[in-house]
C-alpha cells in the first residue's frame, strides 16, 4: 500500500469505539492497535481519542485527523478502480448513503437493475437518519446521498431535487381507496400507522393534517418503514408515506396509495448530492445518471396516475 496501515487502524477504531473490537475486525493483535494510536498521537502532539469507560471517542483534534484519513484511503481506493481499470474497462465501486426508508422502498428494484447491466460495479449502501445523511457525504465516506430536506450545508454540492408528496397508504379494497383524493379529515377518523415524531416524513405529515386542529394520535409509531406497510397490509391502519416508499408494493396491487386533496398537499423534498470539493469518478457518475433517469421516470409515472400533481425536476 503506498500509506501506512495505521490509517486503516484509526479509521477502524473510530468506526467501532473500541481497541478491541476494531483489532478483531482487522485480526491484528489490540496491542498492536494501541501501539499505533499511541505512535500517531505522539506525532501530532495531541491526543487522536478521549478514553472513556466503555471505549474511545474522537477529540477535535481526532476529526480533523479521521477526515482526512478517510480522504486518503478513499484517494487510494480510487487509485485501485483505475489501476483495475485498465485490466477491466467499466469496473468501479460507488458509495451510497440514502434513509432506511427509501432504502426499503424504491432502490432495492433500482440497484438490482443497475447491477445486473454493470456487473463490474461494486455498490457499497449505508442507511442513515436523514438529519445525519449529509455526514458520511462531508467525510468521504459515501460517494453520494439521496435523503429528504436536506439543508443548503457548505462542502456539499446537489445533483438533483425532486418534490415528493405525501398521501394516504392502505390495503387493498379499503373504503378510502375508491377516492380520487383524501381529505385529511378522513384519515384522522381512521387507525394510524405513523412516523416517529422528529423526522421529515413525520413533519410532513403534521403539515398535512395540522388544519384540521384535531389531536393525532396512532396506534403505532415506529421509525420503521418496512414495518409500516407491513401493519398496513395486515389491516391494522392507514399510514401516510410519500408514494416512492410504496410504489414497488402498488405496482404488485399490494397497498393503495391515494394523494391528499390539492389544498392538503404538503411534499417531501428529495436531494439527491454528492461532496463539493471531490469530482465523481467513473462508476460514481454512472450510478448517477442511471439514479436521475429511474426516479424522472417514476415521477412521471406517478404523475400519470395521479398519486403526484405535474411538477419538474429541479437539477442542481
Known sequence: MLHSRKLQYIDEIARCGSIRKAAA????????????????????????????????RLTAAGELCIEHIREVLKNYEKLETRIRGLKMPQAGKVSIVTTVGLAAGPLPELLARFMEAHPRVRIRLLNDAGSVTLNPVLTGEADIGLGFNIPATPGVRTLANFDVPVGVVMP????????????????????LVLSNPGNSLRNAINLALAPMALPVEPVLETNSVELMKKMVKQGAGISVLNPLDVIAECRRGELVFRPFTPAYVRHQAMKLFARSRTPLDAAATLFVEYLLTEFSAMVQELQASGAVPPSERRDG
Open 25 to 56: 475486525r482487522l485480526n491484528v493483535a489490540s496491542s498492536a492497535v494501541n501501539r499505533q494510536i499511541l505512535a500517531l498521537e505522539e506525532e501530532f502532539g495531541a491526543p487522536i481519542f478521549e478514553r472513556l469507560p466503555r471505549g474511545l
Open 172 to 191: 387493498v379494497g379499503h373504503r378510502l381507496a375508491a377516492l380520487d383524493s383524501i381529505d385529511p379529515l378522513e384519515v384522522l377518523q381512521e387507525k
